[in-house]
């Protein structure tokens, strides 16, 4: 097809997408059938098969009865500015547009039994959420704009995402919210291979792919691969985008060469787009992130039976340890586990500095001091304990192979003995298809801490800030986050008693346990971290569906 009077036959260099690009679809034309002398046939089988369909509809009624699991409730048809009408839940769930999306949330947290002690009872407790509830509605303009951007056909975008599970989906959020702005077509990303775990995950290995376009269907068109119109297109092609560009960067940039060429390819999305984006499209990125980054059905299910494992034994905490030797590496920073790990690191840093991604001109004890450093075995466990947490306390930890294997865990473990990870929760050969894949292996990390009645970081970073905000939009589960930059003074002052250190620990963490916060509290904050107040408002209903357990 021409477009603007010529046509481009260039191809595209096989080294910019790796052999990417797939075979077009099938096209698919009409069933010829043959409509003469089947008329009485016609009226037997439509019988036939009616009351089939009815006896198949009982048998599945019955079934989703006995194996239902409620929602957190419909995604609030209503503006946040009229939180008191009610709401039609049969409707929401019968519905399929964008406003009627439902969300699938975490097991219940736990509740208290009397016997605890008031430390305990404290560490335990959910923050109060102040009725805020999931609450993705567009505006007019939006809606409107939506049928004509999900039909075209002349753009398409196609991304290369990099990094690991939560910086890729950072940037695939970022690719649909992009291809929006562009109104273009997406196809399905293109997974970068990770240099540190070496994993070749494809999309489809770790997401559903078909849920991911169903639950974005009315925002932008999803295709899994180019169109053969587009094959021979010479792709608008950018690997340096400035970070935190704004919509109207993207258009004046991209916009007249997309609509040239047809195709644009961007690489590198991480921290591209801005934070401070148009209320609209803010609420893009909470869909994208909540509901329609499903992981596919053998993650999902190997996680929730082992996140059933955690909690039918009672509360859990989740920790994500940022253990391994990469870690200390970037960071700048030293596990403290003793001189010969120390060491190690430093000639890691030594022989290749292109990996410290901390501030070089400041010294180990600075970054320690000024909160840049993960908290180390030892620290987290006295964290731990200075809030209230109990030694019969089931943790749940996620994260990589720590430098220094078991020896590292050892602190936690001595205070901690009911100490657990996906290893040890599987049966035997429940991990053998995940194994060396680093991304499938951190969803399932992600699906057991997303369940957890608590959830700690012991450093900041992609998957702190993505469990921060899926715990908001679930209600605003307990997230503790680690006050390093004040609290680790006291941790090196030998003068205080154990009673006072846990007091002034818990001063320090009063409002860093996951109560709600507002994104626009303070500037650059995202919103896939801190979903209010565009993803979330409050609703007086007493009809929503509670948190059940996962059936």
């Known amino acids: 097809m021409a477009r603007h009077g ?33 008329c009485s046939f016609v009226k037997v089988a439509v019988s036939f098969w009616g009351s089939l369909l009815a006896l198949c509809t009982c048998i599945t009624m019955l079934c989703l009865f006995l194996t239902w699991r409620p929602t957190l409730g419909p995604i609030h048809r209503l503006p946040c500015s009229t939180p008191n009408l009610p709401l039609d839940h049969d409707h929401h769930r019968q519905s399929s547009s964008a406003s009627a999306l439902t969300f699938l949330p975490p097991l219940p947290a736990h509740s208290l039994p009397p016997s605890l002690t008031a430390e305990e009872r404290h560490f335990w407790a959910q923050p109060d959420n102040l009725g805020y ?29 990099s990094g690991g599970l939560n910086q890729q989906r950072n940037q695939i959020v970022d690719a649909v919210v992009i291809a929006r702005i562009l109104e273009a077509s997406l196809v399905i990303p293109i997974l970068q291979v990770n240099a540190i775990w070496e994993d070749d995950s494809e999309f489809s290995d770790i997401f559903d792919v078909e849920h ?12 899994s691969s180019l169109p053969s119109t587009h094959l021979m297109s010479r792709p608008v092609e950018e690997k340096r985008t400035p970070l935190h560009v704004s919509p109207g960067w993207i258009r004046s940039r991209y916009l007249r060469r997309l609509n040239r060429e047809g195709v644009l390819l961007l690489r590198g999305l991480d921290s591209r787009l801005s ?40 509360p859990y905490v989740a920790l994500h340890l940022r253990l391994e030797k990469d870690v200390w590496v970037r960071t700048g920073c030293l596990p403290g586990l003793s001189s010969k790990y120390d060491e190690i690191i430093r000639q890691e840093r030594k022989n290749r500095p292109d990996l410290l ?15 840049l450093c993960p908290l180390n075995a030892k620290e987290v466990a006295r964290l731990l304990k200075a809030l209230g947490a109990p030694r019969t306390a089931r943790i749940y930890w996620a994260g990589g192979e720590p430098l220094g294997d078991q020896e590292a865990l050892e602190p936690l473990k001595k205070h901690f003995p ?45 998957m702190g800030h993505a469990m921060q905000g899926h715990r908001a939009y679930a209600g605003h589960r307990k997230h503790i986050t680690p006050n390093k930059r004040q609290m680790l003074p006291y941790f090196l002052d ?33 919103v896939i971290a801190y979903p209010l107040p565009e993803c979330m408002c409050k609703s007086d209903s007493k009809s929503s569906v509670p948190l059940t357990s996962m059936g």
Not at 10 to 33: E, H, W, Y
Not at 212 to 223: A, G, H, Q, S
Not at 292 to 302: E, H
């Open 494 to 526: 030998k003068t205080l008693s154990e009673q006072d250190f846990n007091r002034i620990i818990r001063q320090l963490h009063n409002e860093s346990l996951g109560q709600p916060e507002y994104r626009t509290d303070k500037p650059g904050r995202d």
């Open 212 to 223: 991911f376009k169903k639950i974005l269907k009315d925002d932008v068109r999803i295709v």
């Open 418 to 462: 009911s100490f657990h990870n996906k290893q040890s929760l599987a049966l035997p050969g429940e991990l053998d298809s995940f194994s060396r894949k680093a991304s499938l292996l951190a969803a399932i990390d992600y699906i057991v801490s997303l369940n957890g009645d608590v959830f700690m970081p012991s450093h900041g970073g992609n």
């Open 133 to 161: 509830k999931p609450c993705v509605e567009f505006s007019s303009d939006y809606r409107h704009s939506s049928p004509a951007i999900v039909k075209g056909r002349r753009r398409y975008l196609m991304v290369v995402v």
């Open 275 to 314: 934070k401070d984006l148009p209320s609209d499209l803010q609420k893009l990125r909470c869909k994208v992130a909540f509901h329609a980054l499903r992981f596919a059905a053998p993650i999902q299910a190997v996680g929730d039976k082992l996140a059933q494992r955690m909690w039918k034994q009672g």
């Open 357 to 371: 991604t901390a501030r070089s001109n400041m010294s180990y004890h600075e970054r320690k001091l000024a909160g």
């Open 6 to 38: 010529r046509r481009s036959y260039i191809s595209i260099p096989a080294q910019m997408i790796d052999n990417a690009l797939v075979v077009p679809p099938k096209k698919f034309g009409p069933k010829q059938t043959n409509g003469q002398g089947h």
